[in-house]
C-alpha cells in the first residue's frame, strides 16, 4: 500500500500565500502522476493540479498562475505552492498519487483544510 500524508494547511486572508505538501510512505519515483483535488462543502471534488513522472503539470484554469506544483523525490514529497488566495479556494485539499504499474490504482490522502477569510 502506498500512504499519503497531507500537511501545511490552515487559516490565511485574501491575497495570502500558503504551501501544501504531501509526504508519501514509498519512493514517488514509479508514481506516474501525482496532484492536488479540492473539495468545498456541498461540491464536487474537482482537480486542481497535477504533475507526471515526466514533470509535466496540469492546472485549473481558476487556479493558473496562483498556484504551482511541484515535486522532491529525493524526499517523496510533493508540493502546492499557494499565492493570492481567495475565498474561493476554501475547501479540504486532498493529495492524489495514481500508479499505472502494475495495474491502475489511485490512492488518497487523508486531506488538509486551507479556508481563506479576512
Known amino acids: 500500500q502506498l500512504q499519503l500524508v497531507e500537511s501545511g494547511g490552515g487559516l490565511v486572508q485574501p491575497g495570502g500565500s500558503l504551501r501544501l505538501s504531501c509526504a508519501a510512505s514509498?519512493?514517488?519515483?514509479?508514481?506516474?502522476?501525482m496532484g492536488w483535488y479540492r473539495q468545498a462543502p456541498g461540491k464536487q471534488r474537482e482537480l486542481v493540479a497535477a504533475?507526471?513522472?515526466?514533470?509535466?503539470?496540469n492546472y485549473a484554469a481558476s487556479v493558473e498562475g496562483r498556484f504551482t506544483i511541484s515535486r522532491d523525490n529525493a524526499k517523496n514529497t510533493v508540493y502546492l505552492q499557494m499565492n493570492s488566495l481567495k475565498s474561493e479556494d476554501t475547501a479540504v485539499y486532498y493529495c492524489?498519487?495514481?500508479?499505472?504499474?502494475?495495474?491502475?490504482?489511485?490512492?488518497w490522502g487523508q486531506g488538509t483544510q486551507v479556508t481563506v477569510s479576512s
Open positions: 514509498r519512493s514517488i519515483f514509479s508514481i506516474n502522476a
Open positions: 504533475i507526471t513522472n515526466g514533470g509535466s503539470t
Open positions: 492524489n498519487a495514481h500508479v499505472v504499474v502494475p495495474i491502475p490504482k489511485n490512492y
